[in-house]
């Protein structure tokens, strides 16, 4: 009788394993949360990174269609991405981007090395701004439209591709 007493424990540990493991297979883990995708953009004020004068996320991003890029100078799927963010600009694509918990400093010499490709430099060095975004991971690019309508999220390092198919919903 002690004896299955003392089993009882790892045969449940065994049963919630199993669980889980059968409830993972079912979830598609592409899956994006978009919950921000049709609502407006949080109403935030961030410094500017070369002046620390702060600034509204939603001024920043006008005039409309506009790509706002969280990023972070330790990421490496962001220097991934960073020549194609550097080829938008050449294309005519305003890109706000935002430091997410980063040191200004590194940032500077981050965007200093690869090239700028942003119209607005704004800095979330607590994370916080990133917490109302509902940033999941760096790098992240929403587009916003008219009014400061965020119209798309795209989680992950952006692809010419990719960003084709996030500006092709732009209101024209």
């Not at 407006?40 to 001024?59: A, E, K, V």
């Not at 694509?93 to 940032?107: H, L, M, Q, S, W």
């Not at 992950?156 to 732009?170: Q, S, Y």
Request: hydrophobic share 40%; glycine share 10%; aromatic share 6%.
């Amino acid at each position: 009788m002690n004896r299955t007493l003392a089993f009882l424990p790892l045969a449940a540990l065994l049963a919630l394993g199993l669980l889980f493991g059968l409830y993972s297979l079912k979830r598609d883990p592409q899956v994006q949360p978009d919950a921000l995708v049709g609502k407006p953009l949080p109403d935030l004020t961030l410094p500017t990174l070369d002046t620390g004068r702060p600034i509204r996320l939603h001024d920043a991003a006008q005039p409309a269609p506009v790509l706002v890029n969280i990023f972070a100078s330790w990421c490496a799927p962001c220097e991934i991405e960073h020549p194609v963010l550097v080829d938008l600009k050449k294309q005519g694509v305003r890109i706000v981007g935002v430091a997410y918990k980063d040191a200004p400093e590194n940032t500077k010499a981050f965007i200093g090395r690869l090239g700028d490709p942003y119209s607005e430099r704004l800095v979330d060095r607590d994370g916080r701004a990133g917490i109302d975004l509902g940033v999941t991971g760096v790098p992240e690019t929403y587009l916003v439209g008219p009014g400061g309508t965020i119209l798309a999220k795209h989680t992950g390092p952006l692809t010419l591709e990719k960003a084709r198919e996030l500006l092709a919903k732009a209101p024209r």
